[in-house]
């Protein structure tokens, strides 16, 4: 097993170091000292320890996780040297290879995408490119989805957001029902039990579209074909391509910047 290194002890790595340690990863975790309090509690409760600074992690480490977010890479950039053959597998949403690579002086970078669900090892794991030994590491986090073009991880992006957009169509699910009556924990139940419902056959009937499934259910005259003509009257559906397309326009451009950027190196202190 590779040791790992963590610049960036936040929610999300936090949630990485809790799946891998229950996913049986046993090899030495290192992190950096920033948010000292969080990075405390994770060495004692899964087995880590705590560096003096970013550049001990990196010389301890052979795979580097970089977990901040978007506007501290450059001064993370600042504070380390990568060695030649260390593995960079970043976390952060719309850094692309060419900045990461122009950043930390190395070409050896993954970008990964995956949900807080990593700590009940469940989560869709998005690799790129894919990279066996970053593929073995993350296996036990859930369901690995490597992809060779950086514009399809761009994507997958756009899909770790729809994961977060989903807590807010629950949480308006359940506050119709609890307004209708039902008590919360009860409507939770109900939708959560549903969504569940739906993603287990749609999963065993992986060979028929999608909706061709909603169709075998929402026939003439059910409620359910009542309630969906009501959501196209609304253009729901719509909304929720519409907040895709938004994303993915702001990772574009991003990307777009990043290109006409005069190449620099930062890695190095
Ligand atoms: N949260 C998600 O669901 C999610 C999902 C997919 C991807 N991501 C990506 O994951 C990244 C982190 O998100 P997060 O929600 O986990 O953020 P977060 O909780 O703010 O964690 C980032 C951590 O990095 C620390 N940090 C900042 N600069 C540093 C430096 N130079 N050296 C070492 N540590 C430094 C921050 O400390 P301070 O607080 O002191 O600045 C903070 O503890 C983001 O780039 C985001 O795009 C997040």
Not at 147 to 159: I, M, R, S
Not at 181 to 200: K, M, T, Y
Not at 212 to 237: D, P, W
Request: glycine content about 8%; charged content about 20%.
């Amino acid at each position: 097993m590779k040791t790992i290194g963590v610049l960036g002890v936040g929610d999300l790595t936090e949630k990485v170091i809790r799946g891998l340690r229950k996913g049986g990863y046993s090899a030495p975790i290192y992190l950096s000292p920033r948010n000292l309090e969080k990075a405390q509690n994770l060495a004692k409760a899964f087995d880590c320890e705590v560096l003096p600074d970013n550049q001990a992690v990196v010389d301890a480490a052979q795979i580097l996780l970089l977990g901040v977010r978007p506007d501290s890479l450059e001064s993370l950039a600042r504070s380390v040297d990568i060695g030649p053959r260390q593995q960079l597998v970043s976390f952060i949403a719309g850094a692309s290879h060419r900045q990461l690579t122009q950043l930390f002086g190395t070409d050896r970078t993954v970008r990964s995408m995956l949900s807080y669900a990593a700590e009940t090892n469940s989560t869709t794991v998005v690799l790129n490119p894919p990279a066996a030994d970053v593929e073995a590491l993350f296996a036990s986090l859930g369901t690995l989805v490597p992809v060779e073009q950086e514009e399809q991880f761009e994507l997958a992006t756009v899909a770790a957001c729809v994961n977060g957009w989903f807590y807010f169509l629950l949480h308006d699910l359940q506050r119709w029902f609890t307004d209708k009556g039902l008590d919360p924990q009860q409507a939770r139940r109900l939708i959560l039990g549903n969504l569940s419902d739906c993603v287990a056959y749609a999963k065993e009937q992986d060979d028929r579209p999608f909706a061709e499934l909603g169709k075998s259910i929402a026939t003439r005259g059910t409620y359910t074909a009542l309630g969906l003509e009501m959501l196209g009257l609304h253009q729901a559906n719509a909304a929720w391509s519409a907040a895709c397309e938004v994303v993915l326009d702001a990772l574009v451009a991003k990307s777009e910047e990043d290109d006409r950027s005069p190449a620099r190196t930062l890695g190095g202190r």
